[in-house]
């Protein structure tokens, strides 16, 4: 089967880091994407992994470890505007699956 | 990255009626997606769209109520036929360059057409 699990909510305060966890299942794998999105738009690409490790980019650093179909985003020195929807979205054979998110609350 | 726009932004329709939104990208593609997202609720694959061949659509979607069209590397458009207000929805189109450019395995998305059917 195919699915994903990714916490319903988080809370953090500005300036703090925060993790968020994926566990996924796919028929195949062709890589794991993160995405933002605020309410209303449209997502946003973050990251990118298709080989076990860490990949860094600015403020955020996704992580993946495919024999464990497991993923994290990590976001450093969080801000306001980091508010919004994360997903998590591994890419099967075909087409890319999407959980319905993280939804990740910043607080000043 | 690649560039999306679609049109409408948004609109406001009546029941049994048709709304066809279009996907412009600034640059060749080889694969656009079309996806639903009602409010609250993850993203749902339509269909593929693929040049040069017929739309692959996912399980409850068919083509006489979602007609995909693709004339080429750049352009697509999604038909919401005899609309009903369960249509309501945001309609999102993706692209994913392929072997036309460096990212060629992200998938990037257009800003989306909010769709309310009285």
């Known amino acids: 089967g195919q699915n994903i699990d990714q916490p319903t909510e988080m809370t953090a305060t500005e300036g703090a880091i925060v993790q968020i966890n994926c566990t996924y299942q796919?028929?195949?794998?062709?890589?794991l994407f993160w995405y933002q999105q605020h309410a209303g738009e449209a997502p946003t690409f973050l990251s990118y992994?298709?080989?076990?490790g860490l990949e860094e980019k600015g403020r955020f650093s996704s992580f993946l470890s495919r024999s464990k179909g497991y993923s994290y985003l990590l976001l450093k020195e969080l801000q306001m505007k980091d508010s919004a929807s994360y997903l998590c979205?591994?890419?099967?054979?075909?087409?890319?699956?999407f959980g319905t998110g993280t939804r990740l609350k910043v607080l000043a | 990255s690649a560039v999306i726009s679609q049109k409408p932004s948004r609109d406001i329709c009546q029941r049994g009626t048709s709304l066809t939104i279009q996907c412009q990208v600034d640059?060749?593609?080889?694969?656009m997606f079309w996806y639903r997202q009602q409010p609250g609720q993850s993203l749902t694959l339509i269909a593929t769209?693929?040049?040069?061949?017929?739309?692959?659509?996912e399980s409850g979607f068919v083509i006489d109520k979602f007609p995909i069209s693709r004339p080429n590397l750049t352009f697509s458009t999604l038909t919401v036929s005899n609309m009903s207000p369960e249509d309501s929805s945001i309609y999102l189109c993706?692209?994913?360059?392929?072997?036309?450019?460096?990212?060629?395995?992200?998938?990037?998305f257009g800003p989306g057409t909010r769709l309310l059917v009285l």
């Open positions: 640059s060749q593609v080889t694969m």
């Open positions: 979205a591994p890419k099967g054979t075909y087409k890319y699956i």
């Open positions: 796919t028929s195949g794998f062709n890589g």
């Open positions: 993706s692209v994913e360059p392929g072997w036309l450019a460096v990212n060629q395995e992200t998938q990037y």
């Open positions: 769209a693929n040049q040069g061949s017929e739309a692959t659509y």
């Open positions: 992994n298709v080989l076990d």
